[in-house]
């Protein structure tokens, strides 16, 4: 059983390599759909929430979306371009569906549980099992976001949160710049 602690320790992937090894577990051990959620999470930063609860016809042929967000209630721009074809080839394999993410039982979409149970699934795979969770994917977007962009005002706002502080905090930014701080001081 998963403790509360737990749930709450995931971390983002701070690795192209263990992000490409994830992707790659995904595909294999998972299939297609596991796979387009995480790709569609780590570069939204969309809730699994949100995630989940996606259909084909706000999707299919869109670069580009609004979502109203469970959690805030607030709508939310999402740009998918740089995933269009990949989500797009992925669409024609659901032919007749009308969830993004489809269960397997039933005719609705996945839970959030079972976007849990595979990506942990995945991470073990590839030896990733700790701190993986759903939100891996929100917070790996974000640590990948500011990594590549260095702007907290701009992440803040996408990820919705009140404080910058909190921003840095939810990616485990803080905790790593000081210790590469501390790896290049001298005295």
Not at 44 to 65: N, P, W
Not at 126 to 142: L, N, W
Not at 158 to 174: A, D, F, M, V
């Amino acid at each position: 059983m998963t403790t509360k602690a737990e749930v709450y320790d995931v971390q983002p992937i701070r690795s192209k390599e263990k992000l490409e090894d994830m992707k790659w577990s995904l595909k294999k051990w998972c299939g297609q759909r596991d796979y387009i959620l995480f790709l569609i999470g780590i570069n939204t930063g969309l809730r699994v929430g949100d995630l989940v609860k996606l259909k084909i016809k706000q999707i299919k042929g869109k670069k580009k979306i609004t979502v109203k967000e469970g959690k805030t209630k607030k709508p939310r721009v999402i740009q998918l371009t740089n995933i269009y074809d990949e989500i797009q080839a992925y669409i024609k394999t659901l032919e007749g569906a009308e969830w993004l993410f489809p269960s397997r039982q039933g005719n609705s979409h996945i839970t959030t549980t079972q976007a849990y149970r595979q990506l942990v699934k995945a991470g073990k795979m590839v030896d990733m099992e700790d701190g993986i969770g759903t939100h891996t994917m929100r917070k790996t977007f974000g640590y990948w976001f500011y990594k590549q962009t260095k702007d907290i005002a701009k992440l803040q706002e996408i990820l919705n949160h009140s404080k910058p502080e909190i921003t840095k905090r939810y990616i485990g930014i803080t905790q790593e710049e000081i210790e590469d701080s501390l790896n290049e001081f001298v005295l």
